[in-house]
């Protein structure tokens, strides 16, 4: 992701966020260069399949900054669980972003991989946002 400034005041810091399982994601930041001239700035990201939809903002003392929504296509394959009925993983069919949520709402782990260690899940279910998907449910038996 890539994207250009003018007339910076302060070297402030960027927060990029990208827009996935129905929220908005922190999903890194950069320090500005506070700099009066054009000042250049990219930032890697990863691509879920389908639509991604990303913002920037900077907060300073009148308040939050947003910038425009900017959205890129991707040509990334869906990715797929392998089995909802897990023992000791979660498998995905490709690396991904992803977070496992309890059944009573508790944020259980998230990261990215192509895997996710059950080992040390108790039994029932598990709500998994992963790619572009929210809330596919597994079951540890």
């Known amino acids: 992701m890539e994207w250009t400034t003018e007339k910076e005041s302060a070297p402030l810091t960027f927060v990029i966020e990208q827009f996935r399982w129905n929220k908005w994601i922190k999903v890194g930041e950069i320090k500005g260069q506070g700099k009066p001239e054009t000042c250049r700035y990219n930032f890697p990201v990863n691509l879920h399949s389908g639509m991604n939809t990303f913002r920037i903002y900077q907060m300073d003392y ?3 900054h947003t910038s425009d929504e900017y959205k890129i ?3 990334t394959p869906e990715i797929k669980i ?5 023992s000791n993983a979660i498998e995905f069919s490709a690396i991904t972003d992803y977070e496992v949520v309890s059944e009573f709402g508790t944020l ?34």
């Open 62 to 64: 009148k308040g939050q």
């Open 108 to 141: 259980i782990t998230s990261g990215r991989g192509p895997s996710i260690d059950a080992s040390k899940f108790f039994k029932g279910k598990y709500y998994v946002s992963y790619d572009n998907k929210v809330g596919a449910i597994v079951e540890k038996k």
């Open 73 to 75: 296509e991707s040509t």
């Open 82 to 86: 392998k089995s909802l009925k897990i």
